[in-house]
């Protein structure tokens, strides 16, 4: 009767322990949280990888022939242009920062002076040197597909390449004694046009118009009045009385002068294309020789960025010794942020979406802009 009692207990308490187990289940799903179940599946997106991951980039570059000369900038987010020298012959290759590829996309027969590549990055203008009073124009498309090969007598030349019509080309060239004349390369039709301006530092304002700082050789100031210049007609109109340095980009224009208030200090200011100012901010100044020094310096228009290097401290570039910050103003917020700090005065240019930009005489740097970081692109 007692073993009787004991099983009928046993069974009890093991009943009980059941029920317990089932009603804590039962609970379980009813009061689970739909909404946090499918916010735990979700994946990790902070792990995907993207182009602005400075970890995913395969550094430094390892040429597969001949001796790095120098990079000649972007032609996309993740991708950059190079230039090695093989004897007296020079290759241009593409180089994908994601995966560490390397693909030749031109030779050249000549050693190769410069790359100059489109705003849009659809084309490419080769520079190349078959003789010290020779210089070879050769345009490709970003694959390598020739466009046009063109010879200048010349001992140097420079390019500014319309960005409002990417056919056109204005191309100064230089002889040995630095007297210079001005042509319009037509590169849809194969033609130039000898023009007749006064300066030889040109930039473009429009699809038909360019703008220069009229300099008087004949009396030597520090200052200059900028000009625009109607190439249909050549006729000329004053744009601003006095500037030191300009520069123009899609629907903005860019003038550095010195502060009437204090003349350490030079002053940058932005205007859009009705010659309206839109921005300004100072920076300290540095004198060169007769003039003053205008640091180096890259805009990003899609995101309105302008990145320059700057001083610290104003006085004269042969005893500067403080180095340069790299600072990122804002165009349209008008705000500004230092990125870096002691770098030396050397060209830059950013990437297409400004994330990151390379520095140095021959590029030879990369410089995460979110990171802060800079890093060697090719071994030394």
């Not at 990790?44 to 430094?60: A, H, I, V």
């Not at 100044?285 to 003039?291: A, E, K, P, V």
């Not at 180095?323 to 050397?346: R, W």
Request: proline letters at 6%.
């Amino acid at each position: 009767m007692i073993l009787l009692k004991r099983k009928v207990s046993y069974q009890n308490h093991t009943l009980s322990i059941l029920l317990i187990v089932m009603t804590l289940l039962l609970s379980a799903c009813v009061n689970k949280d739909p909404q946090k179940s499918k916010t735990s599946a979700k994946p990790d997106k902070s792990k995907t990888p993207t182009t602005e991951q400075r970890t995913e980039w395969k550094l430094p570059v390892s040429p597969p022939e001949g001796e790095f000369y120098k990079f000649a900038g972007w032609i996309s987010d993740t991708e950059v242009l190079y230039i090695t020298n093989v004897e007296q012959t020079s290759n241009v290759y593409r180089y994908q920062l994601l995966t560490g590829k390397s693909a030749l996309i031109y030779k050249s027969k000549y050693p190769i002076v410069t790359v100059e590549i489109s705003p849009s990055k659809n084309y490419i203008l080769i520079h190349s040197s078959p003789s010290s009073y020779e210089g070879l124009v050769t345009i490709i498309d970003a694959k390598g597909s020739q466009k046009l090969n063109k010879s200048f007598p010349s001992h140097e030349l420079e390019f500014e390449w319309n960005p409002y019509n990417e056919s056109k080309i204005l191309v100064t060239k230089f002889a040995e004694d630095w007297t210079f004349s001005v042509s319009l390369l037509d590169i849809e039709n194969s033609k130039t046009k000898e023009l007749s301006i006064p300066q030889p530092f040109i930039k473009w304002m429009n699809e038909e118009e360019i703008a220069f700082l009229n300099w008087d050789e004949n009396n030597p100031a520090l200052f200059a009045p900028l000009i625009g210049m109607n190439l249909d007609d050549e006729s000329k109109k004053p744009i601003f009385s006095s500037a030191i340095h300009f520069s123009t980009f899609r629907h903005l224009i860019m003038t550095v002068t010195v502060s009437k208030q204090d003349q350490s200090k030079a002053v940058y200011f932005f205007y859009d294309q009705s010659k309206k100012e839109i921005f300004s901010f100072s920076i300290p100044q540095l004198t060169n020789f007769s003039d003053w020094l205008v640091p180096f310096y890259d805009y990003n228009e899609n995101k309105g960025q302008f990145i320059t290097l700057q001083p610290l401290s104003s006085g004269e570039i042969d005893s500067y010794t403080s180095g340069f910050q790299l600072v990122l103003y804002d165009v349209k917020k008008g705000s500004n942020k230092v990125i870096m700090e002691g770098l030396e005065n050397a060209p830059i240019t950013i990437s297409p979406s400004g994330y990151a930009l390379l520095f140095g005489n021959s590029f030879e740097n990369i410089i995460d802009l979110k990171a802060k970081k800079k890093y060697k692109l090719i071994k030394e």
